[in-house]
């Protein structure tokens, strides 16, 4: 194959004619059969007569020429031996064997030719010879000598991006300026020398903070490092971040100063002062460097790996790593991701419930189109009852009766909610809610009662729902613990004195009846007691401790007509002339026919008729038979006749008029003194009745001799006891005087009288009025 290519280039090659040799006839038979191809036969030795001709050094070296720049360094570099141009011949041999694979003998070669040339003076093909040698590293420091020699010759002969690499190639970092850096064209050959020392510390000792920032442009990956040294993690990462291709290396160190930066910023201490927004920054860094696979990249269990996370999907880490980004990142970083991310921010609310507030509701406004019950719902969901009720009070005005009803059933009690139940007249379907099984909030079940029961007014309205609703938790432990803790003193709340007035009404009245008549009234306390009590007279026996007065209408009836006889001391309630209410006086006769009405005479004389059904008995009053008892200690009293006393009455009122009840005054008994004992004089052939002779017995001592004071004796009591609520009253008016004394009647001077009845049984009759004066009169009792 070889002899066919050199068959081929000569004949392609020659000329004027080519020679062909042949050993063989054979061979040459093959060429002489040839047609058309002008070939001649003849002998070897005449034939090369013809080459005998001697070649130049000239001829030679022109020749190599021609073959090297035909890439033939073979032929070339016997060529230039022929010449002797051993600086040519080592280049073209060192070129063949660049081209057959022995580059370090290639080299060599290279080093040698550019040593030859160089003895040579010939300083251009010794830098050219020295920029192939450098095309192989490592550089020989034997060659700086020729290097430099050939470089000072010729300054410009190589241009500065080649001068650059020659420094790098060479460790030659004093030949590199702070240009050198900035210059966009030659930044690349800085690239693999990055981590290098001397790099480093050029960029340390000689930049400035501009040529940092213009440097950053040019080596965005050493400015990197150098601010990754710097523990300025922001600017690293940021640099680390910002080529568009990307080595396993460049991600290792974004990873890692980003991690450092997150940790920087939750560190108390904070030397470049980092904030969420720097987090925010880099994160959108990552985003737009990687796309959607930048958490792919990153260590699983890293901070930056959450934090692309949170960017990439924030909804997966609200569910998963809520709180531990919240606290690494804080709120600025938390509501970019999800600007970022167009999740719907309502579910800032896993993140911070009190951070994200503004931005949560204004969520959950568009999101439900206003209607804050969903919403309110929507944070019970996430078992945020505080915001939930913020959320209530805010919009407690617009609710509706069942949108407060609702709320209250959610175990809710925002500010507002009373109120608003009061205006909406919803207290006792409050109180059902607050009572009922699912919510149990006896606390605000109580501060609802209380408002329904704040008036007496609300009370009558409120009273039968509430007490229907509170009856269903009569037995509850909890209620009953309610009651006896706040009872009795002080009575706790109003709600706790109604439960009390309704389920023990007699308790109520013996340390509650102040407070029951003041908060309830008494149709309340009258419903209370007839719900528990039925017995008319133990019902009103509960009443009166309450208010007797307000409660009389209650008192049960008599069953006969004679309950009421002569003499029997009863009390006067119930009728219109109120001063007479309350006053004591004595039955003078008995229930007539024709009007149904008693005749009563007051304790300051008074005599009027009246209803049966406005006086009672007197219970401090003496019964008949001790009055016969007392009686029975003086002499013998005349019989008081009918005619007499009946003739004393005045009544103006008709007969079947039972609701006139104020009396009419009595004609005869407003007489002065004197007028009665002469009255009484005169009068021989009537008999005095019992009233006549206490009237003479108590007359003035001024107008009342020895005789009138002995005629009759005043009832007294035998026993001698020193008590003065045992001493009975006397049944008459010890104060009969004139008009102007009548302010001077009653219960003062009754007092005085029974004063003066056990004095009587132990001296003479004269004794009980003789005072201060001498014993005129005085004599002992038979």
Excluded at 355 to 360: I, L, T
Excluded at 534 to 562: C, M, Q, T, V, W
Aim: net charge neutral; with cysteine; glycine share 4%.
């Amino acid at each position: 194959l070889r002899l066919l290519r050199e068959l081929y280039v000569a004949i392609t090659r020659a000329k004027r004619r080519v020679v062909i040799l042949t050993k063989t006839p054979k061979m040459l038979e093959f060429f002489m059969a040839l047609s058309g191809c002008n070939i001649e036969e003849s002998d070897a030795k005449s034939a090369l007569l013809e080459f005998d001709a001697t070649t130049t050094e000239f001829e030679w070296l022109k020749r190599g020429n021609e073959l090297f720049e035909d890439d033939q360094f073979k032929m070339a570099a016997s060529c230039f031996k022929a010449a002797e141009n051993f600086a040519l011949f080592e280049w073209a041999q060192a070129s063949y064997e660049m081209e057959t694979g022995q580059k370090e003998l290639g080299k060599e070669s290279f080093r040698r030719s550019a040593h030859l040339f160089f003895e040579k003076a010939d300083y251009q093909h010794t830098l050219d010879l020295l920029s192939l040698v450098m095309e192989n590293p490592p550089w020989n420091s034997d060659d700086d000598y020729i290097y430099d020699e050939s470089r000072l010759t010729l300054p410009s002969y190589f241009p500065r991006e080649k001068t650059i690499r020659f420094a790098l190639l060479r460790n030659k970092w004093n030949e590199i300026s702070v240009d050198d850096l900035k210059d966009q064209s030659s930044a690349p050959l800085f690239g693999p020398f990055r981590k290098k020392v001397e790099l480093k510390n050029l960029i340390h000792n000689l930049c400035s903070q501009r040529d940092l920032s213009d440097i950053e442009y040019s080596l965005p990956l050493s400015i990197a490092d150098y601010y990754f040294d710097n523990e300025d993690h922001f600017n690293a990462s940021k640099l680390y971040l910002q080529q568009s291709n990307h080595s396993e290396l460049d991600y290792a160190m974004a990873e890692k100063s980003t991690n450092l930066l997150i940790k920087s910023l939750t560190s108390s201490s904070n030397p470049n002062n980092i904030t969420p927004s720097s987090l925010d920054t880099i994160a959108q860094c990552w985003r737009r460097s990687t796309g959607k696979q930048a958490s792919e990249l990153v260590s699983k269990d890293s901070d930056a790996s959450l934090l692309l996370q949170l960017y990439q999907n924030p909804l997966i880490v609200a569910k998963s790593r809520a709180i531990e980004a919240y606290e690494k990142f804080g709120p600025e970083v938390i509501r970019s991701s999800f600007r970022a991310s167009k999740d719907p921010e309502e579910e800032l609310h896993s993140f911070s419930r009190n951070q994200f507030e503004a931005e949560v509701d204004q969520a959950l406004n568009n999101k439900f189109k206003g209607n804050p019950i969903e919403s309110i719902a929507w944070y019970l969901h996430r078992d945020d009852k505080a915001h939930a009720e913020q959320l209530a009070t805010r919009n407690i005005r617009n609710f509706s009766k069942v949108d407060l009803l609702a709320i209250s059933r959610s175990k809710l009690n925002p500010r507002g909610l009373i109120d608003e139940a009061d205006k909406k007249d919803i207290l006792v379907d409050l109180v059902r809610v607050c009572l009922s099984s699912e919510v149990f909030n006896l606390k605000q079940a109580v501060q609802v009662s209380d408002r329904a029961l704040s008036s007496t007014q609300k009370a009558e309205a409120n009273f039968d729902g509430l007490i229907k609703v509170w009856d269903k938790h009569k037995d509850d432990g909890r209620v009953k613990k309610m009651l006896l803790r706040k009872q009795p003193n002080p009575p706790g709340p109003d709600t706790a004195v109604f439960l009390n007035l309704f389920w023990d009404p007699k308790f109520s009245s013996q340390r509650l009846s102040r407070r029951c008549m003041e908060l309830f009234g008494s149709k309340i306390i009258e419903i209370a007691v007839s719900s528990v009590v039925d017995n008319a007279k133990e019902k009103f026996d509960i009443l009166r401790g309450f208010d007797e007065k307000a409660f009389e209408h209650l008192r049960p009836k008599a069953k006969s007509d004679n309950v009421f006889k002569e003499g029997a001391r009863v009390i006067v309630h119930g009728v219109k002339n109120k001063t007479y209410n309350g006053m004591r006086g004595t039955i003078l006769r008995p229930r007539q026919q024709n009007d149904g009405k008693y005749g009563v005479k007051l304790e300051n004389g008074i005599s009027f008729k009246v209803l049966p059904s406005h006086i009672k008995i007197d219970d401090s009053a003496p019964t008949n038979q001790q009055m016969r008892n007392c009686a029975s200690d003086g002499k013998d009293k005349p019989r008081r006749t009918r005619s007499k006393v009946n003739s004393q009455f005045h009544d103006t009122s008709s007969s079947d008029d039972d609701d006139s009840d104020e009396p009419p005054a009595l004609s005869s008994r407003d007489q002065s003194s004197s007028e009665d004992s002469s009255s009484s004089s005169s009068s021989s052939d009537s008999v005095p009745s019992l009233l006549e002779r206490g009237n003479r017995s108590n007359s003035s001592d001024s107008s009342e001799d020895d005789s009138s004071a002995s005629s009759v004796p005043a009832l007294t009591r035998k026993d001698n006891s020193s008590s003065d609520d045992e001493d009975i009253p006397s049944l008459i008016d010890p104060n009969q005087q004139s008009s102007s004394d009548s302010d001077e009647s009653g219960p003062q001077h009754r007092a005085a009288h029974r004063g003066r009845g056990p004095n009587r049984n132990n001296r003479g009759r004269g004794e009980g009025r003789a005072g201060g004066r001498g014993g005129r009169g005085r004599r002992k009792r038979k």
